[in-house]
């Protein structure tokens, strides 16, 4: 089966955006299709609702800055994509189970963690890490056409 090429745009269009804000009213305007039809339809083809992969993909990017630099909380939400340290908190929480600084501890200071939670941690990063390559899956199974072109001549 093939990956639907509206989809692999979507999925291209928030990777390249993915710090910035992205709205289905954008989505739509963009790609010149109803709101609806693209929510459906992704939904369909990735199995996850718009907000949930652009949340998951942000939360797995702020994983990701937390584990490669000691930045404050703030600067990481904002680097992910999120405006607001409390939306960061709160989707991160919902995403994972657990609040960002228990996942700054486990980069920088596991004795204070219990084994439980360090399952937890792992187990999050193992499943946002999946859904981080989903588009990259779901691009790969994108049926190639080539478009050949009609060269017109006024002068013949």
Known sequence: MHSNTLICDILIYI????????????LEKRFFYNRYYIMKLFKKEIGLTLV???NSIRV??????LKNNNNNLTN???RSGFYSLEYFSETFKNITHMNPRLFKKYFYNKKDLTIEQIDSINNSIISLHEIYN??????SKRKITNHYVKK????K
């Open 15 to 26: 990777s390249d955006n993915i710090s910035n804000k992205i709205s289905i009213d954008e």
């Open 52 to 54: 949930e992969y652009i």
């Open 60 to 65: 797995y990017n702020s994983i990701m800055f």
């Open 76 to 78: 990481i939400a904002i």
């Open 134 to 139: 989903k588009k990259d899956i779901y691009i």
């Open 152 to 155: 017109l001549s006024i002068f």
